[in-house]
């Protein structure tokens, strides 16, 4: 009995290892890299988030946890829907890696107003990361 429960320990303590650190943004959205694909990061849902908000967070993710620099270009695969990584979750799916099946979007398809739905919209990480400011003031303005 004792060997199996050394066992257990072995695995859960090999398990957690493996599994990615959340980074908290500045605007206190977490972000966590997918172990499945690299580049792939994912920002979860939270409560009056809009897209310059997950912007943020996926931007501070990639220039401090990834330590790319700022003029990486980030693309989103997926708009908001259930987690790959975390169980119960909902997030907005980024990649600061240009896959084949991300889809190419010109400037001019991107308009003027940012999106976290279109698959293919991109931003670099710089001009994510100067969301944060604005983010931070309007989540402690409602007191997050």
């Known amino acids: 009995m004792k060997a199996r429960i050394a066992i257990f320990a072995t695995v859960l303590s090999l398990a957690a290892g493996v599994a990615q650190a959340d980074y908290l943004a500045r605007n206190g959205m977490i972000a966590v890299g997918n172990p499945a694909r690299a580049g792939y990061v ?18 501070e993710y990639v220039r401090y946890a990834a330590r790319q620099p700022g003029t990486t270009r980030m693309y989103i695969v997926r708009g908001l829907g259930p987690s790959q990584v975390r169980r119960g979750r909902s997030a907005v799916v980024f990649s600061f890696v240009k896959y084949d099946d991300i889809p190419t979007m010109s400037d001019a398809e991107k308009g003027y ?13 710089g001009h994510a990361t100067a969301f944060c400011s604005d983010s931070l003031k309007k989540f402690r303005k409602y007191g997050f």
Do not use: I
């Not at 994912?42 to 931007?59: I, M, N, R, T």
């Open 42 to 59: 994912e920002v979860f849902q939270k409560a009056l988030a809009g897209p310059s908000d997950y912007w943020c967070a996926a931007g």
């Open 113 to 125: 107003s940012v999106s976290d739905s279109r698959p293919g919209y991109n931003l670099s990480a």
